[in-house]
């Protein structure tokens, strides 16, 4: 008998990387049939302005064109609908799956080329012309909040929304404090960069009136229910297959445009339809994010104790609010906090439409912009009264007696407006931290010029929301050669979700993880699914092949008491075979009759994972050049079900972070033109950049609100990058009395900032 809880919490080399090393990965690229046809999107070269004419008929006449298909052709052009956050405020701001009378940005679709072969595609949306009649750019907030110009005539505003985070009486706090400070904060518009950029590949059956879309990713039972809604189809006349996935990062999966105009295609034309976004498409067409300016104040006592904080941050969402798009404002405002016990928030996020592409999530949304900014905040408050970057966070740090912590309150109603952080020992995990770093040690060291360069050091502090509900959903089914097959609603985009699924199921069916078979992610193998996105897959995924594995236990047990004459709880299950009275059937023997069993997790509370950030980094005052010499992260994910892809998700979320904190920008120019289009303009780090990054992963605290105990943990590596960066950057140059609030750190800003004068950076001090 195999012993209970033998896989989970092992270092299980993951499952998927046998396929993908030796190339034998599906990816959208390697889908096609005798019969494909190959589209290409006709996006507009105009940030704003009036469509006047649009005439195919010169790409038409193409040879090997099969047809170009516009708004006309559409009839009553569909809005894609809110995912998160679903207000109404963001009615007047949806996106159209294609430009009609108004174009909004540099890559809005106007047309779909399909033809004999991508290359011909191109070639023939070359020649349609497109003819815009320009309007004045809002390309900025600035130029947003004044509402000279108008995004939506009909909305009367360019501000989409605000949305407050509350707690205590902040008015009070500040009236009463000791101390207060005033800073801005920024950062800047940047994208996630998958390696595989999107693609799709639609097939219409018109005799059985069925469509299958293969390419999905993230969420593909919330855009099979879009879609099938915008077809005029019924959901279970539409299946959405997920392949091979070459990253997500919050971006890819959510429903873009083109997730209608290909499916689309492939109906109306009876071909299978394939397209495949090129890199200049991507930064052109997928979600960007993390474009916010904050101004910010916090109130403390004299002894660091920080009583409130409040202030206003401004959000460019770019020129539609998309299906996620409230979700970064949202919380950057309710957790600019992170994990210290404040008592009095008062916080607005300011939501702007712009001509630019539309913002979306992107890796930790909103929690990288909060930490930065509050990280620096409280490093300048503790700078100014007197006391250690470590001690005024230990007098800070939320503490055990305090959970579950009710975070601050937004003031719109939806799942996510009352949350608390559910477990932890914030203040042991935070001096672990300080000791496998050296901190007290290396910390003498700091703004000491050591052969040429200034050292620096700085600490970051993070929560990391997971485990979003509602429910999800697992299915296991006993196999012909006595394994199990497990389909789950979760995604696979890169997180390891075969293996870990693969380590529960083998725990909670006993049987070897070689016999486990995981499919997920496509609307064809569970009734219902919600996907992978805010750390959710291992807790609600998880835990739902758990309760799979209890049903299914049932259901063996009982069809073998038929079989056996006895009753179900007679039956014992031990090494793939059902038992009683010296007799026995094997899984395969009951695979014949067709034993399978759903089960659904569901929950509505988030799971907290938390933890500390501790870098150590060289200034060279003659270049503006940073160089990390040492990267430590300390977490606390509650339950640990493999420990080698979570360090692999821990790293990986760092390196990214540090490609946001010092290289990755998309710059538009004043009339809303796009002048990052390319890998020669937008910087990516590499292994070269960053060599030396550390991760101490911890289970003190379980979640209590799962029975796997189990926190999200795929973000936390990022959450905190900028600001203990920016600590460190800080304190490496104390003796020019800079402050770095502004990203990215790019040298020529840090050589700026490190020479300027010093009233551009005088306190706000009282």
């Known amino acids: 008998?195999?012993?209970?809880?033998?896989?989970?919490?092992?270092?299980?080399?993951?499952?998927?990387?046998a396929r993908f090393l030796t190339g034998r990965g599906q990816y959208v690229g390697d889908l096609a049939t005798p019969d494909t046809v190959y589209a290409v999107i006709v996006r507009s070269n105009v940030a704003h302005g009036r469509i006047v004419r649009i005439d195919v008929d010169p790409a038409v006449a193409h040879p090997d064109v099969v047809a170009v298909l516009t708004s006309r052709d559409i009839g009553s052009v569909p809005m894609i609908p809110l995912r998160q956050q679903v207000l109404p405020e963001g009615e007047p701001y949806l996106q159209p799956v294609i430009a009609h009378e108004v174009v909004r940005y540099v890559g809005e679709p106007l047309a779909v080329v399909v033809a004999a072969s991508a290359a011909l595609a191109e070639d023939a949306a070359a020649l349609v012309e497109v003819e815009i009649e320009p309007l004045p750019a809002v390309a900025s907030v600035e130029a947003a909040r004044n509402d000279d110009q108008l995004l939506f005539a009909a909305s009367g505003s360019n501000r989409a929304i605000l949305m407050r985070a509350e707690k205590g009486d902040v008015e009070a706090a500040f009236r009463d404090a000791d101390y207060v400070r005033k800073a801005s904060f920024s950062t800047q518009r940047h994208t996630a960069m998958t390696m595989e950029t999107r693609g799709l590949f639609a097939q219409w059956d018109a005799a059985a009136e069925h469509l299958t879309l293969s390419g999905a990713a993230k969420v593909?039972?919330?855009?099979?229910?879009?879609?099938?809604?915008?077809?005029?189809?019924?959901?279970?006349?539409?299946?959405?297959?997920?392949?091979?996935?070459?990253?997500?990062?919050?971006?890819?999966?959510?429903?873009?445009?083109?997730?209608?105009?290909?499916?689309?295609?492939?109906?109306?034309?009876?071909?299978?339809?394939?397209?495949?976004?090129?890199?200049?498409?991507?930064?052109?067409?997928?979600?960007?994010?993390?474009?916010?300016?904050?101004?910010?104040?916090?109130?403390?006592?004299?002894?660091?104790?920080?009583?409130?904080?409040?202030?206003?941050?401004?959000?460019?969402?770019?020129?539609?609010?998309?299906?996620?798009?409230?979700t970064a404002p949202r919380n950057v405002a309710q957790f600019l906090s992170?994990?210290?016990?404040?008592?009095?928030?008062?916080?607005?996020?300011?939501?702007?439409?712009?001509?630019?592409?539309?913002?979306?999530?992107?890796?930790?949304?909103?929690?990288?912009?909060?930490?930065?900014?509050?990280?620096?905040?409280l490093e300048m408050a503790a700078t100014d009264l007197g006391i250690a970057p470590d001690e005024i966070r230990r007098r800070n740090l939320i503490a055990e007696h305090e959970m579950p912590y009710k975070m601050p309150r937004t003031?719109?109603?939806?799942?996510?407006?009352?949350?608390?952080?559910?477990?932890?020992?914030?203040?042991?995990?935070?001096?672990?931290?300080?000791?496998?770093?050296?901190?007290?040690?290396?910390?003498?060291?700091?703004?000491?010029?050591?052969?040429?360069?200034?050292?620096?050091?700085?600490?970051?502090?993070?929560?990391?929301?997971?485990?979003?509900?509602?429910?999800?959903?697992?299915?296991?089914?006993?196999?012909?050669?006595?394994?199990?097959?497990?389909?789950?609603?979760?995604?696979?985009?890169?997180?390891?979700?075969?293996?870990?699924m693969a380590q529960i199921a083998s725990d909670a069916i006993e049987v070897p993880i070689e016999q486990i078979r995981v499919r997920h992610g496509s609307t064809t193998l569970v009734k219902e699914g919600f996907g992978s996105f805010h750390s959710r897959s291992t807790v609600m995924g998880g835990n739902a092949v758990g309760l799979a594995a209890e049903a299914l236990k049932r259901e063996i047990a009982r069809v073998s008491a038929a079989a056996f004459s006895c009753t179900p709880e007679q039956v014992g299950i031990a090494d793939g075979a059902a038992?009683?009275?010296?007799?026995?059937?094997?899984?395969?023997?009951?695979?014949?009759?067709?034993?399978?069993?759903?089960?659904?997790?569901?929950?509505t509370k988030h799971t907290y994972s938390y933890g500390s950030h501790a870098v150590h980094l060289t200034v060279d005052p003659r270049t503006g050049q940073v160089e990390i010499l040492d990267y430590l992260t300390v977490e606390d994910v509650g339950k640990i079900i493999n420990p080698a892809t979570l360090h692999g998700q821990v790293i990986g979320s760092v390196v990214q972070g540090l490609g946001s904190v010092f290289l990755e920008q998309i710059h538009y120019d004043e009339d809303g033109q796009l002048l990052t289009g390319s890998l020669a303009e937008y910087l990516l780090p590499s292994v070269a950049?960053?060599?030396?990054?550390?991760?101490?992963?911890?289970?003190?605290?379980?979640?209590?609100?799962?029975?796997?105990?189990?926190?999200?943990?795929?973000?936390?590596?990022?959450?905190?990058?900028?600001?203990?960066?920016?600590?460190?950057?800080?304190?490496?140059?104390?003796?020019?009395?800079?402050?770095p609030c502004h990203l990215p750190f790019t040298p020529p800003r840090l050589w700026h900032l490190m020479h300027s004068s010093s009233e551009a950076h005088r306190k706000e001090v009282r």
């Open 338 to 377: 992170g994990p210290y016990s404040i008592a009095n928030v008062g916080v607005d996020a300011e939501v702007f439409v712009t001509n630019k592409t539309p913002a979306g999530t992107y890796r930790g949304p909103g929690r990288f912009e909060a930490a930065f900014f509050f990280e620096r905040l």
């Open 411 to 500: 003031r719109h109603v939806d799942p996510s407006s009352e949350t608390a952080c559910d477990s932890g020992v914030y203040a042991v995990v935070f001096e672990r931290c300080l000791e496998e770093f050296g901190w007290h040690r290396r910390v003498a060291d700091q703004g000491r010029l050591i052969d040429g360069k200034y050292h620096g050091f700085g600490l970051g502090c993070f929560i990391e929301g997971g485990a979003a509900g509602p429910r999800e959903s697992a299915r296991m089914t006993l196999r012909p050669d006595g394994g199990v097959d497990l389909d789950v609603g979760s995604s696979a985009i890169g997180q390891g979700l075969e293996t870990v």
């Open 579 to 603: 038992a009683f009275g010296g007799r026995k059937l094997s899984f395969s023997e009951l695979a014949r009759q067709g034993v399978s069993a759903e089960a659904t997790f569901s929950n």
């Open 689 to 739: 950049n960053f060599p030396n990054i550390r991760s101490v992963s911890l289970e003190l605290r379980p979640s209590p609100n799962n029975p796997l105990g189990a926190k999200g943990a795929g973000e936390g590596g990022l959450i905190a990058v900028g600001g203990a960066v920016g600590n460190a950057i800080a304190g490496a140059l104390r003796s020019f009395g800079c402050e």
């Open 220 to 326: 593909p039972f919330f855009n099979r229910r879009t879609l099938a809604g915008m077809l005029g189809l019924a959901e279970t006349q539409v299946d959405l297959i997920e392949v091979d996935v070459g990253g997500g990062f919050g971006a890819r999966g959510e429903f873009y445009p083109e997730d209608f105009l290909i499916p689309f295609a492939a109906k109306r034309l009876a071909r299978p339809v394939r397209w495949t976004e090129d890199r200049r498409e991507h930064f052109m067409a997928m979600n960007h994010a993390r474009e916010m300016a904050a101004a910010l104040e916090i109130a403390c006592r004299r002894d660091g104790k920080v009583v409130g904080l409040r202030g206003t941050i401004e959000v460019d969402i770019g020129a539609y609010v998309r299906t996620n798009g409230f």
């Open 1 to 17: 008998m195999q012993r209970s809880n033998t896989m989970v919490g092992r270092a299980v080399e993951r499952l998927e990387d």
